[in-house]
């Protein structure tokens, strides 16, 4: 997302992050500043790179969101579309899901029509939301266009939805994945503007929050029927915690 490489410990720029001597032969590069390997990642498996996006640690974050994404290698404007498509169709199901649960009928018998009002309406009201809690929070921010497309990048909890293509959920699993797509947000939008875990919290909080209001006065439900049960609730706040590891 960026030219410039990024050390994935102190997020300071680096010029390059490993020397190639022969096809699989590399050494990696060391940071300048805090004299560590500037991108441990590169020789790490999918698999492990994906564990730990899903325990939001930061250096995975800024692996993917400077080092991995980048305008040397990859096309972001290709990249942005294809994103903004697969984070509509997602959040299209998702609410199919939630219609289907609250009004007991099949997915056949829900107009797409309304669907399509109900993401768009929410996630422009989440867009404009989050622009003006990040201007009111958060100051100075130099990477205000590349932002957008790390938020898409960082709801890649999203993906978890279509596991209920295959297998019963209740509906509180949505919300948990919702508050999952949020603290990933969170630590994405900490990792590009290097503002405070507090405020990065309070923007995209105050965005899923609107996003969330939107949607109900779109197509009103009731709290027990999308959240389950204070149970259910308790549980969303505890992972929460566990996951941006905030005290209690």
């Known amino acids: 997302m960026a030219s410039e490489y990024r050390c994935v410990g102190c997020g300071l720029r680096v010029k390059s992050l490993f020397i190639q001597y022969s096809p699989g032969n590399i050494r990696l590069m060391k940071c300048g500043n805090c004299k560590e390997v500037a991108d441990e990642y590169i020789e790490c498996e999918r698999m492990i790179i994906f564990i730990d996006l899903v325990l939001h640690r930061p250096k995975v974050y800024r692996h993917v969101l400077y080092n991995e994404i980048n305008q040397e290698t990859v096309n972001i404007q290709h990249l942005l579309w294809k994103l903004v498509f697969a984070y509509l169709l997602l959040d ?5 899901l939630l219609k289907r649960t609250h009004e007991h009928s099949s997915l056949v018998l ?3 029509k309304v669907v399509l009002v109900d993401v768009l309406s929410t996630n422009l009201a989440f867009l404009f939301s989050f622009a003006i809690a990040a201007k009111v929070l958060l100051h100075e921010v130099s990477r205000k266009r590349e932002i957008p497309l790390g938020i898409l990048i960082s709801s890649y909890f999203k993906i978890f939805l279509l596991a209920m293509l295959v297998w019963e959920f209740p509906v509180s699993v949505i919300f948990i994945i919702d508050i999952l797509v949020l603290t990933s947000n969170s630590m994405a939008l900490k990792v590009m503007t290097e503002s405070s875990t507090s405020r990065c919290i309070a923007v995209c909080l105050i965005a899923h929050t609107v996003r ?37």
């Open 110 to 112: 829900i107009t797409m």
């Open 92 to 96: 299209s199901y998702r609410s199919l």
């Open 212 to 248: 969330f209001l939107v949607g109900q006065i779109i197509e009103p439900t009731t709290f027990f029927t999308q959240f389950g049960s204070f149970v259910h609730l308790s549980s969303l706040f505890r992972i929460l915690r566990f996951q941006l590891q905030l005290p209690l």
